[in-house]
């Protein structure tokens, strides 16, 4: 059985940093791309940064600069690294995978990905 488990959300002040984790089991962890999302009370899930499975990295506007995603082959684990938070970052972060392939965040991506963890809450105070 594929699962991802996010870990890492808190609440924080403006200004300071988070990493998100997102184990993973049930897959060949080579094998998948890895997605970040987010959604913010009232708005619509929204792409945040992903990884393919070739190591390709991309990140929406908002983010590129102050966020940073990598993966840890060991610990099958992909970690998204937040610096710089700000109050807009406020959201539920869910991490999803997709096999073998590039990866996307563009809008309506989320059915690019077949499996989804349950989402760790960030809040970011000014």
């Known amino acids: 059985e594929v699962q991802l488990v996010e870990s890492g959300g808190g609440v924080v002040q403006a200004g300071e940093s988070l990493r998100l984790s997102c184990a993973t089991s049930g897959f060949n962890f080579d094998d998948f791309a890895i997605g970040w999302f987010r959604q913010a009370p009232g708005k619509e899930r929204e792409g945040v940064s992903c990884?393919?499975?070739?190591?390709?990295?991309d990140y929406t506007d908002s983010v590129k600069g102050r966020f940073a995603i990598s993966s840890d082959k060991t610990k099958r684990t992909v970690y998204l690294q937040m610096n710089n938070l700000k109050p807009e970052d406020t959201a539920v972060y869910y991490c999803?995978?997709?096999?073998?392939?590039?990866?996307?965040?563009?809008?309506?991506?989320?059915?690019?990905?077949?499996?989804w963890g349950r989402g760790t809450q960030v809040t970011v105070s000014s």
């Open positions: 990884i393919s499975t070739y190591g390709t990295t």
């Open positions: 999803a995978g997709s096999g073998p392939s590039f990866c996307t965040i563009s809008p309506g991506s989320e059915s690019f990905y077949s499996a």
